[in-house]
């Protein structure tokens, strides 16, 4: 390896044994250690990993059976990994572009050559274009935070533009956040043993959060009841004494209904309603508008069904778990906000017995503070420029509108995320890439980004470096440490950005002997006992005042008026400031795409198309490996037997799936019960290039509640301005090919 | 594995349509004793099919002593019949009476397949015998005992009647 | 004299398609994409007028009877008078499938070598002293448990039991 050589100290420090017996491949090994680490692959759960190392190769995952939550398990990701790290397809060392973009033709690469190549270029743009004309594209592939402090040290004393929000559930966490102020969770082990009921929207545990079934079961056992709201039939679903299956995109209408019930029956808790929340005068004129008839013919449930989720919700101690499914439309945030009000008006708020869980803000340490971003990113003495801000949920678009202001982004390096196929839109998104003149990708394998870049630098499975990821689901705290040393020519994420930060002349912000651990111990340092997370030890329960063990018990709530607030006193003071939907009432809006608010394209397109998070794989990672496509299979879309007869398609037909952005060819048809007639389901993630990805079909539009337009903004906070790009706003047909 | 035959024992009527067509397509004269398939009746309605099951170490290939036979690429059992000298050691080494005399000839032979499309399996007339990879039959016998043993449970986490 | 027959039960109301037991079950026997020894299948059932999807994973049964070992003409297949596993012997293998055909549920598998392999109710793992198979190890909902008849029914029922009793007088919701 030319020049630039970065291995990890000595790591068996971390070992929580050495010369450990383990059975692997059928075979007894004595592996040289085991140590502790965490999985950040943006999930619910974040389990407490064992691995087991011999000769600086992983041999073998567990899960950490110390851990209170994941308990021992890993999901079926958890052990691919093995194959992952090890696997001979990964990016070997640097590889510069020889063919044109699009084309996959490179050449191999020293470091310094790669390295140089990138500093010249950055150098160049920033001579001709100005900072701004840099930003990085970096999101939850590997969701850990401190890397991004680090990039963010780069960032910042480059001058570059700053990406900011999130095209995942920031909509939801807006919506939450004006309700109830400060986001926490209660954790499985506290409701499991009191609540009745559980009333969990939008979820599909089995793929995204599976450890909360033991918890599920548990409390089931004693007699709570299950209510799932999906569109789509999962696995959770079929377990509940009742499914919910709303057309999509109405989860409002389906919230307003039930209150309606409640109210205009008395169920609601007007004690509570009159301590702890804040405008429902205003909340009743708009629940009043939605019997629950209406509510019934809008979201295609009967109403029966309404009703008895109603009484169940009004009367049973329930705790409320959402996913993000159902703020994946252009009124995300308000319904998330319809769901906290079903709560706030019945109770369900800040007791053991039952809570109200969106997302525990610990998965965005930086905002509540626990993790200070700043003292890594700002360094001392440094002169940080402000600049512009760009919304990732509109990446693309931004790209475009930079360039059509004459202010252009011209360089891109992207880690940890796929922009390609994760972004919506495909076509639109490599016509941005076109206009680059700099697009890097860090990478463990060729994908659907690497084939567009200019330079693919070889990027670090997650058990290769440290990282930092508090769970936005509980609260036990388990720092990434490497536990072998880089395969391979691969550099960690935090020593190729400081690199090149010194290549660029900051060798004083940027010193060699920094390690990740000394990142990590700045960022939290001063809130938690960093040690006591670190291999060997751990987990650590992260301090009461960050993550309390019953959120909300005290009832006092971080909204401008201190009281939940069913009419939203912050939404109406921010939509002065900025345009978008801050109707401070929970409403309904029908998405931007939907049989009822385009019928014209509904006639050529008649199929609401969404795409869960895909079952076996995170997003686009995973599907090459071998022990997964197996499992996974080729990609399917799955409809109802109606549509399938009515398009004339049965199981295992080949068909071609379009609207008027693009059409997916020789996808499997799976015609099923587990969606109604009018939705389809492909699931996200799969490779354009393996001719699967729903994002070639998904919409540009966001979910609100600020309308940021083409998503260059001087002023942005996500828990006040949300954006989730709204993906399921999405109509398709489907044709027998 | 490429596709082999597979006979559903239960479904043979035992017609022997899968032996006479062998018989008449490989042999060009009608008969049963030469045929690659074999239909033997057992007691009461039962019956027994055996033919050449393209064994991965195949005990006739062990057995010949003039190397007649071998394994192709593909995994299929291929004999020479030139080499063939009618020592008849394979066919009494065959658990499955897989290999037969062909009586016209003087030579052993054993099912080939028809080159990718066997005869038997187009003139079976009850389906019990099909022309399929093992992984799929595997897939599809798992799937048919998986759908069995789920309606036979109810589908709800532990709950008073 | 009761059955020292070992044996997976898997708790169908508990299993939830997260498939960690397939790529665990890869990891502990070190088996490629192809074979297949556990799988979860997925049925789709209407029960009482509700669509739902039931999920089942279908490793080898061990059965007390098997058809494989009768079918079997090599005697590589054999069924252990200790705890009555059924293993096979590749050695004595010689790849004919007639195991498959016999299987009534597509236990069988074959890999690259063509010979047949499948589940052997990890027992490595049980004759080095441990107490788990590496698919119940995974399994999150534990759903999958692992043990002789008896053993078994005398955990179903437990559970059955205190569930039952949790909702009457525990803390289940009919108590209060």
């Known amino acids: ?138 999101y939850s592939g590997n969701r850990e935070h401190m890397a991004k402090t680090v990039s963010g040290r780069f960032l910042n004393l480059f001058g570059a533009s700053k990406l900011v929000g999130s095209f995942c559930l920031l909509s939801g966490a807006a919506g939450s956040y004006y309700s109830v102020g400060d986001q926490h969770t209660m954790m499985p082990e506290v409701w499991s043993e009191k609540t009745e009921m559980i009333f969990l929207v939008g979820r599909n545990p089995s793929f995204t959060n599976p450890h909360i079934y033991p918890f599920l079961y548990k409390a089931m056992e004693r007699g709570a009841k299950l209510v799932v709201v999906d569109p789509y039939v999962t696995a959770v679903a079929s377990k509940a004494d009742l499914h919910l299956q709303p057309r999509p995109g109405t989860d409002v209408v389906l919230a307003l209904g039930m209150m309606n019930y409640i109210i205009s029956h008395d169920m609601h808790n007007k004690e509570f309603i009159a301590k702890y929340t804040h405008g429902f005068e205003d909340l009743l004129e708009e629940v009043k508008t939605m019997p629950v008839e209406k509510a019934a013919e809008l ?54 017995t039952g809570n109200y869980n969106y997302i525990d803000q610990m998965g965005f340490p930086a905002l509540p503070g626990f993790m200070q971003a ?119 994420d935090i020593e190729i950005w400081a690199e090149l930060g010194r290549r660029m002349g900051w060798e004083e912000y940027f010193p060699k002997e920094t390690t990740g651990l000394d990142y990590i111990k700045t960022l939290i340092g001063e809130n938690c006992n960093v ?207 | 594995m490429e596709k082999v035959i597979v006979v559903n024992q239960d479904l043979c009527n035992g017609c022997q349509l899968c032996q006479m067509g062998c018989h008449l397509r490989k042999n060009d004269r009608s008969g049963l004793r030469s045929s690659r398939i074999q239909v033997f009746h057992l007691s009461g309605s039962e019956n027994l099919v055996q033919t050449c099951n393209h064994c991965e170490e195949p005990i006739c290939k062990t057995a010949c002593l003039m190397e007649a036979i071998s394994k192709t690429k593909k995994g299929l059992t291929e004999r020479n019949e030139s080499a063939c000298i009618g020592c008849e050691a394979c066919i009494a080494m065959c658990p499955f009476g897989a290999a037969v005399l062909d009586t016209d000839r003087e030579v052993a032979v054993s099912c080939d397949l028809c080159s990718g499309n066997p005869y038997c399996v187009t003139i079976c007339p009850t389906g019990a015998l099909q022309f399929i990879e093992p992984q799929v039959e595997g897939l599809s016998k798992r799937q048919l005992a998986a759908e069995r043993m789920a309606m036979a449970g109810r589908n709800k986490v532990y709950q008073l009647p | 004299m009761t059955s020292r027959q070992k044996t997976l039960y898997v708790d169908t109301r508990r299993c939830m398609n997260c498939r960690a037991c397939e790529t665990a079950c890869k990891l502990e026997n070190g088996v490629p994409a192809g074979p297949r020894w556990t799988m ?41 008078t200790v705890d009555g596993i059924v293993l096979v012997d590749k050695e004595k293998c010689i790849g004919c499938r007639q195991c498959l055909w016999a299987c009534q549920f597509g236990v069988p598998q074959f890999g690259p070598d063509n010979k047949m392999e499948k589940c052997t109710l990890c027992v490595h793992r049980f004759d080095d002293g441990l107490t788990e198979t590496a698919c119940q190890k995974a399994c999150q909902a534990e759903a999958i448990m692992v043990g002789t008849v008896d053993e078994i029914s005398k955990a179903i029922r437990e559970r059955y039991a205190t569930s039952s009793r949790n909702q009457l007088f525990g803390n289940g919701i009919l108590g209060r």
């Open chain 1, 1 to 138: 390896m030319a020049n630039f050589t970065r291995l990890h100290e000595d790591l068996n420090k971390y070992a929580v044994a050495r010369n450990v017996p383990v059975w692997v491949g059928g075979k007894k090994v004595i592996a040289d250690r085991v140590v502790k680490t965490a999985c950040p692959h943006n999930c619910y759960d974040t389990c407490g990993v064992l691995a087991y190392i011999k000769d600086e190769k992983v041999i073998k995952l567990e899960g950490d059976p110390d851990h209170p939550i994941t308990r021992g398990h890993l999901c079926v990701k958890g052990y691919a990994n093995v194959q992952k790290i090890n696997s001979p397809d990964r990016v070997k060392y640097p590889l510069i572009r020889v063919g044109e973009r699009g084309e996959g033709k490179f050449r191999r690469a020293t470091w310094d050559e790669a390295l140089d190549y990138i500093v010249d270029k950055l150098k160049d743009i920033r001579s001709r274009y100005g900072g701004e004309a840099f930003s990085e594209y970096c």
């Open chain 1, 374 to 492: 700043g003292k890594v990113m700002n360094p001392e003495g440094a002169d940080i420029p402000k600049t512009r801000l760009i919304n990732i949920a509109t990446f693309a678009t931004a790209i475009q509108e930079a360039a059509a202001q004459g202010k252009p982004i011209k360089g891109v390096i992207s880690y940890r995320g796929g922009l390609v196929s994760q972004q919506p839109e495909v076509a639109y998104t490599l016509e941005a890439l076109k206009t680059l003149d700099l697009f890097v990708t860090i990478e463990q394998f060729m994908t659907d980004d690497t084939d567009w870049a200019d330079v693919v630098l070889p990027g670090c499975h997650y058990l290769e470096q440290y990282g930092l990821h508090p769970s936005y689901w509980h609260h036990y705290l388990q720092v990434l440490v490497p536990v072998c040393q880089p395969y391979y020519e691969a550099v960690p």
């Open chain 3, 40 to 80: 979860v299948t997925e049925v789709e059932v209407t029960q009482d007028g509700v669509d739902k999807t039931m999920f089942l994973p279908m490793p080898c049964l061990h059965c007390g009877d098997p058809a494989c070992l009768k079918a079997c003409p090599t005697g590589a297949i054999s069924k252990r």
């Open chain 1, 299 to 352: 979201t295609g449930i009967e109403a029966e069904k309404i009703i008895q989720a109603a009484q169940w919700y009004a009367t049973l101690n329930t705790q409320t778990e959402c996913g993000y499914g159902h703020q994946r439309y252009s009124n995300g945030h308000q319904a998330q906000r319809a769901y906290a009000c079903l709560a706030a008006i019945c109770g369900h708020i800040g007791k053991e």
């Open chain 1, 531 to 737: 040690d006591e997370a670190v291999s060997p030890k751990g987990p650590l329960r992260l301090p009461e005042n960050w993550c309390p063990r019953v959120p909300y018990a005290d009832l006092k709530f971080a909204t401008p008026s201190g009281k939940i607030e069913l009419y939203s006193i912050g939404m109406e003071e921010r939509g002065k400031k900025f345009p978008g939907d801050f109707k401070a009432v929970p409403y309904h809006l029908e998405p931007e795409e939907s049989p009822l608010s385009t019928p014209e394209l509904y006639k050529k397109y008649p199929l609401t198309l969404i795409s869960q998070h895909p079952a076996f794989r995170t997003h686009s990672q995973y599907y090459n490996l071998p022990w997964i496509r197996e499992i996974e299979g080729p990609a399917k879309i799955y409809i109802s037997r109606e549509d399938a007869a009515k398009a004339g398609v049965k199981e295992g037909d080949k068909v071609r799936v379009f609207n008027d952005r693009g059409e997916l060819k020789g996808i499997y048809a799976k015609p099923s019960i587990r969606v109604k007639s009018g939705t389809a389901e492909l699931s996200s993630g799969m490779w354009v290039k393996l001719g699967a990805n729903v994002n070639v079909l998904s919409s540009r539009s966001i979910g609100g509640p600020r309308d940021v337009g083409a998503g260059i903004m001087e002023e942005y906070h996500p828990l006040l301005d949300g954006n989730t790009t709204a993906y399921f706003n999405t109509l398709v047909q489907i044709e027998k090919m």
